[in-house]
């Protein structure tokens, strides 16, 4: 009787640990809502650094983690990288109007913060002012603040003032002094010259349409492409290729710089790459890790998340079950401790804190990437992507002994 008893007192403080410790992380596994556990996590993820660099702080308060392997560049790129890739993947959830409901009060909170970031991001008196012209990886991290841009454009561009805009404009046209390698670089290029396009600025169309040409001639097949002139098996398609290719694509159509087909063609081609990464995510929520840049996590699976936020899923892929499946991985990730450092950011690895796998220009800016998970927040909480009952995914199906379809290979 002592022993079960004492078993049972056990029992009920493990309990009170587990879930004082997911309170402290603002997440609360008991709560069956995927809608309340992506925004706990996204806020989470993102309070600590628009916090800080709202008041122009970020480069104070953010702990940085450098690969054990740094190449040497000037570290300050982790600021940049930080700011632009969160900013990437939060900006569709920002879009969504104002509300009373405690995720409107986040989201409220996260934008107002959001806005004054960038304006400490360009100003040349700030303590945050970016690392815009020095190095060549600025490049990259403007791609993705342009690409918020794009992503959000009411509620992130137009508020800004003049002062800050025409800073942004000059910042990015600056970067023209970059010349990129022939690899997914061209994109960054591309998509920051289709922002200024967009933004009834002076742009070069030249290093638009000359990247997606090149872009489409390394498509080597059944929804992948090639990142440079030899294929490398990784998750570049995901991180750059599919989703920038098909973003420039849709503002170029919009102008009649390309052709619709062209466009559709893209999109079929990441849709059929969004099957592939669907049926990676196994029955426990574990997925493949393989090549470079491990460490951007959940940034795996953006262009599936890009897919659901265009409600543009292909044929067989219901939105349930990639709101389930995203959803397990998400949940097994973060349930791993290390993930964060004590200041809230993000420390090196993939589940938890590995910095052995992180790659010579890897820092814990460079981690945000994971962010682009996260779009389909940009759906209101009322639409079919969050109400859907959960359904097993593909893997779950096959591997519990449901029938799941077959698959093939398609030929565009």
């Known amino acids: 009787m002592k022993t079960k008893i004492f078993i049972g007192i056990l029992m009920i403080c493990l309990a009170a640990t587990v879930s004082a410790r997911q309170k402290r992380n603002g997440l609360n596994p008991e709560k069956n809502n995927d809608r309340a556990y992506w925004t706990a996590l996204l806020y989470k993820m993102s309070a600590p650094v628009l916090s800080n660099m709202s008041e122009g702080k970020l480069s104070e308060q953010m702990q940085l983690e450098l690969s054990p392997n740094w190449d040497g560049r000037d570290k300050k790129v982790s600021y940049m990288e930080c700011f632009g890739r969160l900013m990437s993947g939060l900006a569709p959830w920002l879009s969504l109007p104002d509300d009373n409901t405690p995720e409107g009060k986040q989201r409220k909170q996260l934008r ?9 991001a360009v100003d040349p008196e700030s303590p945050d002012y970016l690392l815009w012209r020095k190095e060549g990886q600025p490049l990259v991290d403007a791609a993705f603040l342009a690409n918020s841009f794009l992503r959000a454009p009411e509620q992130l561009w137009k508020p800004l003032d003049e002062i800050t805009k025409k800073r942004y404009i000059a910042e990015f046209q600056q970067l023209r ?20 396009m967009t933004a009834d600025a002076q742009y070069d169309a030249y290093r638009i349409t000359s990247a997606i040409r090149k872009i489409d001639e390394w498509y080597v097949g059944d929804g992948w492409y090639s990142d440079g002139e030899h294929f490398a098996f990784d998750y570049y398609n995901s991180y750059v290729i599919q989703p920038m290719y098909v973003e420039v694509l849709e503002e170029l159509v919009k102008k009649k710089m390309a052709r619709p087909a062209q466009l559709e063609t ?8 969004g099957v592939i990464l669907e049926r990676f995510v196994s029955p426990e929520g574990s997925f493949p890790v393989f090549g470079r840049s491990m460490t951007y996590r959940l940034g795996v699976f953006q262009p599936l998340a890009l897919l659901a936020l265009k409600k543009e899923l292909p044929e067989g892929l219901s939105e349930a079950q990639v709101r389930s499946a995203l959803s397990s991985a998400m949940r097994r990730m973060f349930s791993v401790e290390g ?6 950011f993000l420390q090196l690895g993939f589940a938890g804190h590995q910095p052995g ?3 010579s220009y890897t820092n814990n800016g460079s981690l945000y990437l994971t962010s682009l998970v996260f779009l389909p927040l940009g759906l209101p909480a009322d639409h079919s992507f969050w109400t859907s009952p ?18 093939h290979a398609v030929g565009y």
Do not use: C, H
């Open 112 to 120: 107002e913060w959001a806005l004054k970031s960038y304006a400490q």
């Open 177 to 196: 002094r970059i010349n990129p390698p022939y690899t997914n670089w061209l994109l960054f290029s591309a998509i920051v010259e289709t922002f200024l």
């Open 266 to 273: 893209g999109k079929k081609r990441m849709q059929r790459y």
């Open 339 to 344: 993930n964060f450092n004590a200041g809230g």
């Open 357 to 359: 796998i992180a790659d």
């Open 390 to 407: 959960a359904e097993d995914w593909t893997q779950k199906k096959a591997w519990n002994g449901k029938e799941f379809p077959k698959d």
